[in-house]
């Protein structure tokens, strides 16, 4: 029989909780220990997603639905059209059946194994391919899956997509690259086409018979709201040099999250959003497909302390496991909690930070300002989890699964 998960108040808890479960069951070992129930108890706290068995203590990650579901209606709510999600970011059910049950009708995905995922899920979801470069047997299976909207930043991907049979008045948004600033790391060096190929290219579209839209990504954790002003005056314009009325305008994702521990306020983007609608001629439908900005505030991820030593610590993850943004933007906000829960603040001082494996790579940018009090068995909890931990952390030396725990806040 399925376990029904059990909610708990918060990270802290969680802490201290297993904590005092630690300490019961220790006595328990002592007398006659019941497994079946210590098998119960250590079940209760897992949400079903599968990843339930990290090791002893392994890290944990923390998911509150009700983070998930506000920022889904702030999206809602603020974004002037329709909001749809960036699979890539977090690949779970769990997230797409909420999103799903929250109203949510569209996803972005990129690639067959993220179609696979969501028709089971959600099989009704409209799909959008927005990764701009497919095979020939991707575009086979996509097609097969009733994808229905298309990016394209080269010509010679919109012959692959019309050589497999693409129907008319299908939608091809046709993806720009602009030189903005304001992003972690900017995406317009492997995708995208440049203003001027982005007329000839929304040209064919309309020629081959398709429905030109335009597509752009400002480039992840941008936290610069011109940067969307400066991709969608340069979409207006290429639109009206092309002489094609756009279908849709996709602003794309790129929205941040929360990783300096602090709240996010995604109203100026959405307002910078609103008035770049200005610069088109006709009236035009918008979409953005979020990926980071929609789910990582709703994650918390919590490793633990393996060994302190002189200027040197250990954790039980690292950058080839959940913490693998860290090597790629560095390591987002932490809150260091003993074993008893409680914060341990006070005077910090320079750690060098490694992961379990045994890859010297496997270490946090940097020195890392810790408590001097950080003993083995704390924790640290990172803020702002959710996006692009489940997809790429590795199993690198049999160590980056985590278990999920539902929470009621972070
Ligand atoms: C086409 C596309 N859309 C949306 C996203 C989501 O980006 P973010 O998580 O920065 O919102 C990505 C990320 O790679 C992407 O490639």
């Not at 067959?112 to 979801?125: D, G, K, Y």
């Not at 997509?161 to 492997?190: D, H, I, T």
Request: glycine share 12%; aromatic share 8%.
């Amino acid at each position: 029989m399925m376990q029904r998960p059990v909610m708990v108040a918060d990270p802290a808890a969680w802490i201290a909780q297993d904590d005092a479960q630690a300490g019961a069951q220790d006595d328990a070992q002592a007398g006659a220990q019941d497994d079946a129930q210590a098998g119960a108890q250590a079940g209760a706290q897992d949400d079903g997603t599968g990843h339930d068995e990290p090791g002893p203590d392994g890290p944990v990650l923390f998911f509150c639905a009700a983070a998930l579901e506000a920022r889904h209606l702030a999206f809602r709510d603020g974004f002037p059209g329709d909001v749809t999600f960036a699979v890539k970011a977090n690949p779970s059910e769990a997230v797409l059946a909420q999103l799903w049950a929250g109203g949510m009708r569209a996803f972005d995905v990129a690639s067959p194994e993220e179609i696979a995922l969501v028709r089971r899920v959600c099989p009704r979801a409209v799909l959008h391919y927005h990764n701009p470069v497919r095979s020939r047997a991707e575009i086979a299976l996509a097609r097969a899956a009733g994808v229905a909207s298309w990016s394209v930043d080269e010509a010679g991907e919109l012959v692959k997509l019309l050589e497999c049979g693409l129907p008319a008045g299908s939608e091809v948004a046709v993806r720009l690259a602009l030189p903005v600033a304001g992003a972690a790391y900017a995406f317009g060096a492997k995708f995208g086409a440049g203003p001027e190929a982005a007329v000839t290219l929304l040209r064919q579209v309309a020629e081959a018979g398709m429905r030109p839209s335009m597509t752009f990504h400002v480039g992840t954790q941008c936290t610069d709201p011109a940067a969307w002003g400066a991709y969608m005056a340069e979409a207006a314009r290429c639109a009206q040099a092309a002489g094609v009325t756009l279908d849709r305008l996709n602003v794309g994702g790129g929205f941040p999250g929360g990783r300096d521990g602090g709240p996010v306020d995604h109203a100026p983007i959405f307002a910078a959003i609103r008035a770049g609608l200005a610069g088109f001629a006709q009236p035009l439908a918008l979409v953005c497909e979020p990926g980071r900005g929609l789910v990582a505030d709703a994650f918390a991820y919590g490793v633990q302390v393996k060994s302190r030593r002189a200027g040197r610590v250990y954790l039980t993850d690292g950058i080839y496991g959940g913490l693998v943004e860290a090597g790629q933007i560095g390591a987002g906000a932490f809150v260091v909690r003993g074993p008893d829960g409680q914060v341990r603040a006070g005077e910090t001082a320079a750690f060098t930070v490694f992961g379990p494996t045994c890859d010297s790579l496997d270490r946090l940018p940097g020195e890392v300002a810790l408590p001097v009090t950080l003993a083995e068995g704390d924790w640290l909890i990172f803020a702002a989890m959710g996006a692009y931990v489940q997809g790429m952390s590795s199993r690198f030396n049999g160590y980056g699964d985590w278990r999920q725990v539902a929470v009621a806040a972070l």
